[in-house]
């Protein structure tokens, strides 16, 4: 009988520069990961730049073999 897996939110910050991804940082929660997103735009080109969050689901399995996420 197949176990059901359970998912866990992550929450990734994500900065774009000239259209291409360059970082990419896992968050426990969405504030944390704003506030990564707050810092970077205080120094990207809104033209051409922008940093966003994004809600990642992650199964439980998987999340023990990462790294600590902040």
């Given amino acids: 009988m197949k176990r059901k897996q359970t998912q866990v939110s992550l929450w990734v910050a994500v900065k774009v520069e000239?259209?291409?991804?360059s970082?990419?940082?896992l968050f426990g929660t969405p504030g944390q990961a704003q506030?990564?997103?707050r810092?970077?735009?205080t120094?990207?080109?809104p033209d051409?730049?922008?940093a966003a969050?994004?809600?990642a689901r992650?199964?439980?399995d998987l999340l023990r073999t990462l790294p600590t996420v902040v």
Avoid: C, K, M, T
Avoid at 18 to 21: H, N, S
């Fill in 53 to 55: 969050v994004v809600r």
């Fill in 35 to 37: 506030r990564s997103v």
């Fill in 58 to 60: 992650v199964s439980a």
């Fill in 39 to 41: 810092g970077w735009q």
């Fill in 23 to 25: 970082e990419a940082r």
């Fill in 48 to 50: 051409y730049d922008e």
């Fill in 18 to 21: 000239r259209g291409f991804i």
């Fill in 43 to 45: 120094h990207l080109n």
